[in-house]
């Protein structure tokens, strides 16, 4: 599935061709891409149909464009959903194709967007806007602002903000890990604590910082917590760098490209290969209906007494910051 880095990417294209762009035709390929859309809101065709696009903007794995009438077009991928962006002479012969728009860009011209989605997890739909939480800008746009820019789309609303967000409240999430006594892996995965993260670079920073997934996060120290987003931010950051990670060919960027940071790896899909850091095999593990990757050496479970948290220390030589410690 698409993870922060990989939507980001996606944003990141799509930004300059969709910011300011008109849409003058929408097609509606396979209603399935629609079930998010409410229709008591009105047909999704006529309301996109002549609207701006103000904006790219993005919260955790969510994509969303504010529209100049007001609302927002909202996008996701899903687990093999693409946006790839088409001149108008392209032959659309994609057989996954779901949505298409048809665009006017007063800069680049004529351009299309194909909504591709082999598996159909993901969906567009038109939504209404709502002030954030917090009073602070809702997501990432790259520095385009406007009216919209405190404003969420409802469907997104509930999505806790990604470490690389610049409000991002790391006491919060220190505070929230502290009530939780379920494994901390758990937590990184919970979208209400902390959005973007993903099965992937759950296990690079849980790697980084020599912890077990199980290992619960009540139990860890507040140190040990800021260590422990410190690895997550490097991980997003590095694979953010390489264009997001890709193993087959569900995940492209706008353009029909692979992300590379799959060749960075230390843990995630390297069962049975030395740990980068101490040589030890690295193990798979069932973990809701996914998998977990460890090395059962550097990141053991440490035991809790019962009735007393007691803080994780951190193992010699660990390294929180960076994706790979030295060894």
């Known amino acids: 599935m698409p993870e922060l880095p990989e939507v980001e990417v996606v944003r990141a294209g799509l930004a300059p061709a969709l910011t300011h762009a008109r849409v003058v035709g929408v097609e509606v390929l396979d209603a399935r891409s629609l079930k998010r859309h409410e229709a008591a809101s009105g047909d999704f065709e006529t ?8 904006a790219v903007v993005r919260r955790g794995k969510f994509l969303w464009m504010p529209l100049a009438g007001g609302g927002a077009l909202v996008g996701h991928l899903g687990m093999s959903g693409q946006l790839l ?6 032959p659309g012969d994609d057989r996954h194709a779901r949505i298409r728009l048809h665009l006017e860009h007063p800069e680049h011209g004529e351009l299309r967007v194909d909504f591709v989605d082999q ?17 602070e800008v809702a997501g990432h746009s790259a520095g385009v602002t406007g009216p919209w820019a405190r404003s969420i789309p409802s469907q997104v609303a509930h999505i806790a903000r990604d470490p690389l967000d610049p409000a991002f409240d790391d006491a919060g999430f220190v ?6 006594a379920t494994g901390v892996k758990r937590v990184l995965l919970d ?18 910082v020599r912890l077990h997934g199980e290992q619960p996060a009540s139990s860890l120290s507040r140190r040990r917590v ?47 290969r ?9 193990v798979r593990e069932a973990f809701m209906n996914r998998s977990s990757h460890r090395c059962p050496r550097c990141q053991r479970l440490r035991r809790t ?21 030295p060894g």
């Open 47 to 54: 309301l996109l149909t002549g609207e701006r696009v103000d």
């Open 85 to 90: 962006l088409r001149t108008p002479e392209h």
């Open 119 to 135: 598996r159909i997890f993901g969906s567009m739909a038109i939504d209404r806007m709502v002030p954030t939480a917090d009073g």
């Open 175 to 180: 505070a929230a890990l502290a009530r939780r």
């Open 191 to 208: 979208q209400g604590v902390v959005s973007g993260i993903g099965n992937i670079y759950a296990d690079e920073a849980l790697w980084a």
């Open 226 to 272: 800021r260590e422990l987003l410190g690895a997550v931010r490097a991980v997003l950051q590095k694979a953010l760098a390489e264009g997001g990670t890709s193993f087959d060919a569900q995940y492209v960027n706008v353009n029909g490209a692979s992300g590379y940071f799959a060749h960075s790896l230390n843990a995630y899909g390297r069962t049975g």
């Open 274 to 282: 030395p740990c980068p850091r101490c040589g030890t095999p690295i």
């Open 305 to 325: 007494s019962p009735g007393r948290v007691t803080p994780a220390a951190t193992s010699p030589g660990s390294s929180a910051g960076g994706i790979r410690a």
